[in-house]
């Protein structure tokens, strides 16, 4: 770690929900990598992505961890008053478990059990579970998101139509928050979930239910979790801002080295003010393991063309309002001028 440098702003608050993609933050507090930079930053655990969003809206929090879709969602005013609001760096790719209950999954082919080794067709369980869903009847299985614009919402959606199955019409949607997935199963108020690590391993490994498919089989290395920061902030304050950025590419960098640095990480995870046990039956934060295909490392630079998939459903959800996603909106919202202007990049 280099030399303490002067920021802007020295004291700051960063948001998070409990998950294993919020890791970047919490190894940059941890690790030493915001102190290196002049940084004092205090993270917030909030419960919900709309108490995040609100107060990152509201200027309670200087940032957040954030589902990617979230800030384009905030700047085009249809979750939650307008907000324009920027993701200049990505925090982690993949990470998305699809999780049915024991009931509803018993049988269908698992990621983690293909034969051969490698992830089975998740179109094969879709269509499994549209046969069971339509060989039972009665009332329609209760399916839990996380929020309205997330790429759980959609990586769901688009695996119930693998199988032929309305989304809107033939199940019934809820939201709750990610730590309150596994309980929720286990207690039989929902038939299953898509929720980011470690909420879907450790629903299976208690025994609540199954993982079915992936976000990663669907939308290969997207990108799962942003930093989001509002424009108006960034303006007040660009040298806090890529201070910020080098110390979570310090903390990546650090994480990849070596597989002790990725223990590490999991044991600073596990600390009560983190996600405390529910990252107990993880042995370590290694990159690219297990089915979630968990990447929080690798290429952290933000760009428009990677949320293609994302910003497909958020032009649907505009034009059913009479709009439509404009490109430069886009490009604005995922530009990576300022993770750029930080690390001295200099790209096409």
């Known amino acids: 770690m280099t030399a303490s440098r002067t920021a802007g702003l020295e004291r700051l608050t960063l948001g998070f929900i409990p998950l294993l993609d919020a890791a970047l933050p919490i190894i940059a507090r941890e690790g030493g990598f915001f102190a290196a930079e002049g940084l004092d930053v205090a993270l917030s655990r909030e419960n919900a992505w709309s108490t995040l969003r609100d107060k990152l809206a509201a200027g309670l929090l200087d940032g957040a961890h954030m589902l990617a879709p979230l800030p384009l969602a905030m700047s085009l005013g249809i979750s939650g008053a307008a907000c324009e609001t920027l993701a200049p760096l990505v925090l982690g790719r993949n990470g998305n478990t699809l999780v049915l209950s024991s ?8 990621p983690e059990t293909a034969i051969p080794p490698g992830d089975p067709d998740p179109a094969a369980g879709a269509r499994d579970f549209a046969r069971r869903l339509r060989h039972r009847g009665g009332p329609p299985p209760c399916l839990a998101i996380v929020h309205p614009f997330s790429c759980q919402h959609y990586q769901l959606r688009e695996w119930l139509a693998l199988g032929g ?8 949607r809820v939201v709750l928050p990610p730590s309150r997935m596994a309980e929720a199963l286990e207690e039989g108020r929902i038939d299953g979930f898509c929720v980011g690590e470690p909420w879907g391993s450790l629903a299976q490994r208690r025994g609540g239910g199954r993982i079915v498919a992936s976000g990663a089989q669907l939308w290969p290395d997207h990108p799962e979790k942003v930093l989001g920061v509002t424009a108006s902030w960034a303006e007040r304050h660009p040298a806090t801002l890529a201070a910020l950025i080098r110390g979570l590419t310090g903390a990546a960098d650090w994480l990849g080295a070596s597989p002790e640095h990725a223990r590490q990480a999991r044991d600073w995870l596990a600390l009560p003010p983190y996600l405390d046990r529910a990252a107990s039956h993880l042995e370590t934060l290694a990159p690219d393991t297990g089915p979630a295909r968990q990447r929080l490392g690798g290429d952290l630079r933000p760009s428009p063309a990677a949320m293609a998939p994302m910003a497909a459903h958020l032009d649907h959800a505009l034009r059913a309002r009479g709009g439509r996603l404009a490109p430069a909106r886009l490009s604005a919202c995922y530009s990576p001028v300022h993770f ?6 200099e790209r096409a």
């Not at 009931?103 to 698992?110: D, H, Q, T, V």
């Not at 750029?340 to 990049?345: F, K, L, P, R, W």
């Open 340 to 345: 750029d202007a930080a690390t001295h990049q």
């Open 103 to 110: 009931r509803w999954s018993e049988g269908m082919p698992l």
């Open 165 to 172: 199955i309305d989304a809107d019409h033939e199940v019934k």
